[in-house]
């Protein structure tokens, strides 16, 4: 290996340290430790030795995973996320996506079918009309955002929970999944797609929900960083299998607790 080649791997492996290092220092990652756990004992957690690059990766892949494990059997389903009044909310809520507003989906609401698949026993298609039918809740609560900013929103829809009962949904499953009208796709756990304040939103503000929050759907989590709140759902399912995400598959946190 050539110096220059040994020097990259070097500094390589000192960032991806550090970001371990500061990934463990944040708030939501010291659930499991506590911030008693040092690199070197994660390292025995998890069977990784940190002597290279690939090894360096294999191990905050292991870390996130372990933080995930923690995260869940640390997750109460029973306990509520601050909630606001309107005149705290945020003005203008803030748009965030992996692309540019003007590159937000347009759905067709009067073609629109949400598909519904995976372990249920009732309904597999609904309309619009259907899905505005439903008994209707509302919250105003925090998106919290791992970009390091967070806004109050007020949302509008029905209870996953109910929902989830109503098209037959197997809730000893262990995720629900969503695909969207973009290439964004998720996964949640099922105690928390049975959280009483997981909502799937059909409003925002008390307005039909806007193209750039997500029309006709998103699922609002507060118990949830922002990136796990799928828009523009096209189709539910409830799975066995491990779905993944979007960012998950490329590194984030698959729990994603805020």
């Not at 992996?98 to 598909?115: A, F, I, M, N, S």
């Not at 929050?213 to 922002?226: D, I």
């Not at 993944?244 to 984030?252: A, E, I, L, N, R």
Request: glycine share 10%.
């Amino acid at each position: 290996m050539k110096a220059k080649d040994k020097r990259i791997m070097t500094i390589d492996r000192v960032s991806l340290l550090a970001d371990a290092r500061r990934e463990l220092d944040m708030p939501s990652r010291r659930l499991f430790g506590k911030r008693l756990l040092t690199l070197g004992g994660l390292s025995l957690l998890t069977g990784c030795s940190i002597t290279d690059g690939d090894s360096v990766n294999t191990f905050l892949t292991a870390v996130s995973r372990l933080n995930d494990r923690a995260q869940a059997l640390l997750f109460d389903p029973t306990r509520l996320a601050p909630t606001y009044t309107q005149a705290e909310l945020t003005r203008p809520f803030p748009f965030n996506a992996y692309y540019g507003v003007d590159e937000v989906p347009r759905v067709d609401g009067g073609d629109y079918r949400l598909k519904v698949s995976g372990l249920v026993t009732g309904q597999r298609v609904w309309t619009l009309p259907q899905l505005y039918a439903l008994p209707h809740a509302e919250q105003i609560t925090r998106h919290i955002c791992v970009e390091g900013w967070s806004a109050i929103g007020r949302w509008g829809g029905t209870p996953f929970v109910e929902f989830l009962r109503r098209v037959g949904a197997d809730t000893t499953a262990k995720y629900v999944g969503f695909r969207c009208a973009d290439d964004y796709y998720e996964s949640i756990d099922m105690p928390t797609a049975l959280h009483p304040q997981t909502l799937l939103t059909f409003e925002y503000d008390g307005e039909r929900l806007p193209a750039k929050y997500g029309y006709p759907m998103k699922l609002r989590m507060p118990t949830k960083l922002g990136y796990k709140n799928p828009k523009h759902i096209v189709e539910i399912f409830v799975t066995n299998t491990y779905p993944g995400g979007y960012w998950v598959d490329q590194g984030y946190n698959w729990f994603g607790g805020s």
